[in-house]
């Protein structure tokens, strides 16, 4: 049957992309940020997955603001490249596992997620920049992916309980799937920062930091943390953690299991304006 493997966890910044695909990842600015996903880059070389379920958001460029799912999983068999105003960035189209993809749907849903199905889908830098990130820049993508794309742009955005919980379902589904797949769960956005108004420029290390350890020793408890919590303390876009929670309620110790191991944890400050951070969870052997 398939399985979950290992989750992973980082930021999406689009100017990380931008440095990537002007091939600026060694100016003084940028290599201490790079660096610290070289040993992930290593792990995952040697741990490859068969299939990414990557929870990511939207950002109006797929989905706008005249129909809000809360969470939408993509089923098509391929995903372009999102023109974001510049234009695509020049990576590979990403390829789905529409059969697995079919199955998570059915599954999810009747555990009593209302997903909304997306037979079309064209992926921006929140889906994209998490697998150069991971993978570099190759001319193609070394495994499928199975989008997950979660409401953090517009309010009511899901609690985190929800999200865990979708996690949870997550697992039950991929672990019902017969073919043998290697499965990683993905949960990107984040750290603290906001865009705009007067606290533009917020970075709070001492809270992205007390969140990663949660995230790894206390997920439950994390899970209740409240919407105002984030927007005070991790800036406006920092609600975009909640979608950690989604990629964390998929490991083993969740549904009974024993706790995961941390493989690599990397915290940087700043990236275009925002905290950069980078966990990488794996099943216990």
């Known amino acids: 049957m398939a399985r979950i493997t290992a989750s992973v966890y980082t930021s999406h910044v689009p100017a990380t992309g931008v440095a990537m695909d002007r091939g600026r990842t060694g100016e003084p600015y940028w290599r201490p940020l790079f660096a610290g996903y070289e040993a992930s880059r290593e792990w995952i070389s040697a741990n490859p997955p068969d299939v990414v379920v990557l929870v990511y958001n939207d950002h109006a460029n797929a989905i706008g603001l005249d129909m809000i799912p809360t969470f939408a999983i993509?089923?098509?068999?391929?995903?372009?490249?999102?023109?974001?105003?510049?234009?695509?960035?020049?990576?590979?189209?990403?390829?789905?596992?529409?059969?697995?993809?079919?199955?998570?749907?059915?599954?999810?849903?009747q555990q009593d997620f209302d997903l909304t199905i997306a037979n079309r889908l064209p992926v921006d830098h929140g889906l994209t920049v998490p697998l150069s990130l991971m993978f570099g820049q190759p001319d193609r993508w070394p495994c499928a992916v199975v989008p997950v794309a979660v409401n953090v742009i517009q309010y009511p955005v899901p609690s985190g309980r929800r999200c865990l919980g979708l996690g949870r379902a997550i697992r039950r589904a991929v672990e019902s799937f017969d073919d043998d797949l290697d499965v990683h769960a993905w949960g990107t956005g984040g750290m603290s920062h906001q865009l705009q108004g007067p606290r533009a420029g917020l970075i709070?290390?001492?809270?992205?930091?007390?969140?990663?350890?949660?995230?790894?020793?206390?997920?439950?408890?994390?899970?209740?943390?409240?919407?105002?919590?984030?927007?005070r303390e991790a800036g406006s876009e920092g609600i975009e953690l909640v979608m950690w929670l989604v990629a964390r309620g998929a490991m083993a110790d969740l549904a009974g299991g024993p706790p995961p191991q941390v493989v690599h944890r990397f915290y940087h400050v700043p990236a275009s304006n925002t905290a950069v951070g980078h966990l990488v969870l794996q099943e216990a052997a």
Do not use: K
């Open 204 to 231: 709070n290390r001492a809270w992205d930091n007390a969140f990663l350890d949660r995230l790894v020793a206390d997920p439950e408890g994390l899970a209740c943390v409240p919407h105002v919590e984030y927007v």
């Open 74 to 109: 993509g089923t098509a068999a391929r995903f372009p490249v999102a023109d974001e105003g510049w234009g695509p960035r020049p990576v590979p189209e990403v390829v789905g596992h529409a059969g697995l993809a079919a199955h998570m749907t059915q599954s999810i849903i």
